[in-house]
């Protein structure tokens, strides 16, 4: 017997509850991975709040690392006792779970559960949008919102590295210290202050080649003028709400993408290269250890920790 962290009706942290549940036999294409690290992210928030609807009841969790304890009679590229990881697919809040092999990468040996488990989902985040949604080079200038988050810091530490300038957006003093600390170059601190004319003054009121916007709702606008012509706004959130609809003419002469890192993971084809650059980007330090761990059997109170904003870094269940 095992157990799982399931949800059957959506709303609030507690709706959360561990249930039992028996490890299940692979199908011919499938593997079973017994969790060592399972990640936490806000689209596991969204899910359970119902904004990205699953069929009821649900486990959340799309990203976690283990080991391989039973494979279908069709795998070949794993086999049982294999350290591996995976990102992009619903269900990982278990002990115990069923995952398509192909999903599964065998992790390298320098690499830490904890590191893959945590992370993974996030840099494949950052690898979509800084390569493939606006691919970024040296001398380019890109805003990051919530530079100090667990998403925000790889996102800064990846430009970094391909010789961009980052603009980061904080919440506190505190927070842009952290996102100093990742590299940051610039750091405006507060939700309510002008973006547009904070981020001309470091671009010489160009504004940024590509804006990041985890944040929504009435942010977003502001995001959208904070870019130069023909640069590019990705929205990937809504943690202050809802994005209001944008007319075309907000745009003026750039371009605005909702990319989906879920979407982007389910391509077999984009997702294994993909996978392998963010263990790339693990063994260069450019991905951080989670920063807070948590049991499994505390998803409720990890939930309300995400959703006050008192994790900094990445977080992780540690089976």
């Known amino acids: 017997m095992s157990y799982a962290i399931q949800f059957a009706q959506t709303g609030e942290a507690d709706v959360l509850q561990k249930v039992s549940v028996d490890p299940k036999d692979p199908g011919a294409d499938q593997i079973r991975i017994r969790h060592s690290a399972i990640g936490l992210n806000f689209v596991d928030v969204y899910h359970r709040q119902g904004i990205y609807p699953l069929p009821l009841p649900a486990v959340p969790g799309v990203e976690g690392a283990g080991v391989v304890e039973a494979v279908g009679e069709r795998v070949t590229n794993v086999k049982v006792g294999d350290r591996v990881a995976y990102a992009g697919v619903v269900g990982a809040y278990a002990e115990t779970r069923l995952l398509p092999a192909w999903r599964a990468v065998k992790l390298p040996d320098s690499l830490d559960f904890d590191l893959a488990g945590g992370t993974l989902l996030r840099g494949l985040t950052a690898f979509m949008l800084l390569h493939k949604v606006y691919p970024v080079s040296a001398g380019m200038v890109i805003l990051v919102h919530a530079a100090a988050g667990g998403l925000g810091t790889i996102l800064v530490r990846w430009a970094k590295s391909l010789g961009a300038e980052v603009i980061g957006t904080a919440s506190s003093l505190e927070k842009a210290q952290l996102a100093s600390q990742a590299g940051a170059d610039h750091v405006i601190v507060g939700r309510d202050v002008d ?47 809802a994005p209001p609809a944008v007319p075309l003419s907000a745009l003026r002469s750039n371009a605005f993408s909702r990319p989906s890192v879920m979407a982007f993971a389910a391509s077999e084809a984009a997702y294994r290269p993909a996978v392998m650059s963010v263990f790339e980007k693990m063994e260069a330090g450019v991905l951080d250890m989670p920063s807070r761990t948590y049991e499994l059997t505390d998803a409720v109170a990890a939930h309300r920790d995400l959703e006050a904003g008192v994790i900094t870094g990445a977080a992780v269940f540690r089976l």
């Open 195 to 241: 973006l547009a004319v904070e981020v001309g003054k470091s671009t010489d009121g160009q504004g940024v080649h590509l804006a990041i916007d985890g944040i929504g709702g009435a942010t977003l606008a502001k995001t959208i003028a904070s870019v130069r012509p023909f640069g590019m706004t990705a929205n990937i959130g809504q943690v202050a709400g």
